[in-house]
T-cell receptor, first 116, second 114 residues
Framework: AQKITQTQPGMFVQEKEAVTLDCTYDTSDQSYGLFWYKQPSSGEMIFLIYQGSYDEQNATEGRYSLNFQKARKSANLVISASQLGDSAMYFCAMREEWTGGFKTIFGAGTRLFVKA | DTEVTQTPKHLVMGMTNKKSLKCEQHMGHRAMYWYKQKAKKPPELMFVYSYEKLSINESVPSRFSPECPNSSLLNLHLHALQPEDSALYLC?????????????FGPGTRLTVT
């Protein structure tokens, strides 16, 4: 059974500072994908960043970077220069192959609050 | 166009009603998904359509019936729902059903069953 663990139910960060959201995962597969999504209060899930299990370099997308430590099975999201609009729920997710196709499993999420 | 649209945005229905949720994308994506999300919880996968064929059904009760009329449309037919089915229903699509493709989500339908 696979599992995504996000141990921080809520995080506070000062505007313009960096913040790290933790994510650990559990899988016995060699091939898998890791994703981070943002969900504002409006409800829509927004894709932020992707890391493949065979990617040797950490993924980066603008202010978002993924700190991928494969041996430790962690995929932490780093947001640099936080903005007020970053206040939202953040989900770490893993995509694995199952019978019939690929499934995406989400962690419980971390609520980020950016303070002015 | 990187948008997934969902209608309606809000839906209130009685336990004896029949209603449908609609989802549309025009990105040429070949995989489409339905998720259910309860308040303060992560989305839970319900169904996956791959190249217009149902590929994954996460043991969803038969009162939820998915349909994929064509590669751009995905419906979720609802019948005889229970109050515990009240949730945000999210539709998503991805370029390919494979593992390395991100999903694009619609804004969701907030369903209330009375």
């Amino acid at each position: 059974a696979q599992k995504i663990t996000q141990t921080q139910p809520g995080m506070f960060v000062q505007e313009k500072e960096a913040v790290t959201l933790d994510c650990t995962y559990d899988t016995s597969d060699q091939s898998y994908g890791l994703f981070w999504y943002k969900q504002p209060s409006s409800g829509e899930m927004i894709f932020l960043i992707y890391q493949g299990s065979y990617d040797e370099q950490n993924a980066t997308e603008g202010r978002y970077s993924l700190n991928f430590q494969k041996a430790r099975k962690s995929a932490n999201l780093v947001i640099s220069a936080s903005q007020l609009g970053d206040s939202a729920m953040y989900f770490c997710a893993m995509r694995e192959e199952w019978t019939g196709g690929f499934k995406t499993i989400f962690g419980a999420g971390t609520r980020l609050f950016v303070k002015a | 166009d990187t948008e997934v649209t969902q209608t309606p945005k809000h839906l209130v229905m009685g336990m004896t009603n029949k209603k449908s949720l609609k989802c549309e994308q025009h990105m040429g994506h070949r995989a489409m998904y339905w998720y259910k999300q309860k308040a303060k919880k992560p989305p839970e996968l319900m169904f996956v359509y791959s190249y217009e064929k149902l590929s994954i059904n996460e043991s969803v009760p038969s009162r939820f019936s998915p349909e994929c009329p064509n590669s751009s449309l995905l419906n979720l037919h609802l019948h005889a729902l229970q109050p515990e089915d009240s949730a945000l229903y999210l539709c998503a699509s991805s370029q390919d059903p494979g593992g390395g493709y991100e999903q694009y989500f619609g804004p969701g339908t907030r369903l209330t069953v009375t």
